[in-house]
Protein backbone atom coordinates (compact mmCIF):
# COMPACT_ATOMS: atom_id res chain seq x y z
CA UNK A 1 0.00 0.00 0.00
CA UNK A 2 1.32 3.55 -0.79
CA UNK A 3 1.63 6.20 1.59
CA UNK A 4 0.69 9.47 0.42
CA UNK A 5 3.23 12.15 1.38
CA UNK A 6 1.80 15.41 1.99
CA UNK A 7 3.80 19.04 1.49
CA UNK A 8 3.41 21.28 3.95
CA UNK A 9 3.42 24.91 3.00
CA UNK A 10 3.18 28.34 5.49
CA UNK A 11 1.87 31.20 3.35
CA UNK A 12 2.63 34.29 5.45
CA UNK A 13 0.47 36.85 5.61
CA UNK A 14 2.58 39.35 3.69
CA UNK A 15 3.06 36.72 0.74
CA UNK A 16 -0.69 36.43 0.67
CA UNK A 17 -1.93 39.32 -0.59
CA UNK A 18 0.06 38.50 -3.52
CA UNK A 19 1.87 41.15 -5.93
CA UNK A 20 0.16 42.04 -9.66
CA UNK A 21 2.18 41.53 -12.51
CA UNK A 22 1.61 42.10 -16.26
CA UNK A 23 4.57 41.31 -17.39
CA UNK A 24 7.33 38.60 -17.17
CA UNK A 25 10.86 38.83 -18.41
CA UNK A 26 12.05 35.13 -18.18
CA UNK A 27 16.38 34.49 -19.33
CA UNK A 28 18.06 31.01 -18.51
CA UNK A 29 21.94 29.42 -18.23
CA UNK A 30 23.03 25.98 -18.57
CA UNK A 31 21.95 25.78 -14.58
CA UNK A 32 19.19 28.08 -14.25
CA UNK A 33 15.77 30.11 -15.29
CA UNK A 34 15.22 33.72 -14.00
CA UNK A 35 11.89 34.48 -14.43
CA UNK A 36 11.33 38.28 -13.47
CA UNK A 37 7.67 39.52 -12.40
CA UNK A 38 6.99 43.24 -13.38
CA UNK A 39 4.15 45.62 -13.35
CA UNK A 40 3.75 48.03 -16.39
CA UNK A 41 1.38 50.69 -15.72
CA UNK A 42 0.14 53.29 -18.59
CA UNK A 43 2.20 56.71 -18.55
CA UNK A 44 5.31 55.30 -16.71
CA UNK A 45 8.45 54.81 -18.78
CA UNK A 46 9.36 51.77 -17.00
CA UNK A 47 8.21 48.50 -15.51
CA UNK A 48 9.12 47.89 -12.36
CA UNK A 49 10.20 44.05 -11.02
CA UNK A 50 8.59 43.14 -7.77
CA UNK A 51 9.51 39.67 -7.82
CA UNK A 52 12.61 37.70 -9.28
CA UNK A 53 12.41 33.51 -8.92
CA UNK A 54 14.88 31.46 -9.94
CA UNK A 55 14.91 27.40 -10.60
CA UNK A 56 16.26 24.59 -11.81
CA UNK A 57 15.80 23.70 -15.69
CA UNK A 58 13.84 20.76 -14.31
CA UNK A 59 11.37 22.77 -11.89
CA UNK A 60 10.86 25.15 -14.76
CA UNK A 61 9.86 22.42 -17.06
CA UNK A 62 7.25 21.39 -13.99
CA UNK A 63 6.69 24.65 -13.66
CA UNK A 64 5.52 25.06 -18.01
CA UNK A 65 3.00 21.63 -17.07
CA UNK A 66 1.39 22.56 -14.07
CA UNK A 67 0.91 26.03 -16.19
CA UNK A 68 -0.64 24.16 -18.93
CA UNK A 69 -2.50 21.85 -17.06
CA UNK A 70 -4.47 24.66 -14.38
CA UNK A 71 -5.10 26.79 -18.02
CA UNK A 72 -6.65 23.83 -19.64
CA UNK A 73 -8.74 23.34 -16.53
CA UNK A 74 -9.38 26.68 -16.27
CA UNK A 75 -10.78 26.82 -19.80
CA UNK A 76 -12.76 23.92 -19.12
CA UNK A 77 -14.73 25.41 -16.57
CA UNK A 78 -14.93 28.94 -17.81
CA UNK A 79 -13.89 29.03 -21.56
CA UNK A 80 -11.14 29.80 -23.93
CA UNK A 81 -8.71 33.03 -23.17
CA UNK A 82 -8.31 35.06 -25.60
CA UNK A 83 -5.18 36.34 -26.52
CA UNK A 84 -6.54 38.97 -29.45
CA UNK A 85 -5.04 42.47 -28.59
CA UNK A 86 -7.55 44.54 -26.68
CA UNK A 87 -5.25 47.37 -26.82
CA UNK A 88 -1.75 48.77 -28.96
CA UNK A 89 1.01 47.17 -27.20
CA UNK A 90 3.37 49.05 -24.66
CA UNK A 91 6.70 49.50 -26.56
CA UNK A 92 9.41 46.37 -25.43
CA UNK A 93 6.06 44.23 -24.73
CA UNK A 94 4.51 41.28 -26.66
CA UNK A 95 1.89 38.74 -26.13
CA UNK A 96 3.20 34.71 -26.25
CA UNK A 97 0.35 34.02 -28.57
CA UNK A 98 2.14 36.36 -31.24
CA UNK A 99 5.06 33.65 -30.91
CA UNK A 100 4.71 30.60 -33.33
CA UNK A 101 5.56 28.47 -31.08
CA UNK A 102 2.32 29.48 -28.63
CA UNK A 103 -0.23 30.79 -30.55
CA UNK A 104 -0.85 31.28 -34.27
CA UNK A 105 1.28 34.31 -34.82
CA UNK A 106 -2.02 36.89 -34.74
CA UNK A 107 -2.29 36.96 -30.96
CA UNK A 108 -4.70 33.98 -30.25
CA UNK A 109 -4.37 30.40 -29.85
CA UNK A 110 -3.89 27.82 -31.80
CA UNK A 111 -7.09 26.34 -34.26
Known sequence: ME????????????VAQGTYSNLAVITHSHSEFVLDFASMLPGFGKAVVSNRIIMTP????????????NVTKYESQFGLIDLAPKQQNVAGT???????QFGNGQGGAKS
Open 3 to 14: EKKELGIELKPE
Open 58 to 69: EHAKRLLNALMD
Open 94 to 100: FNLGDLP
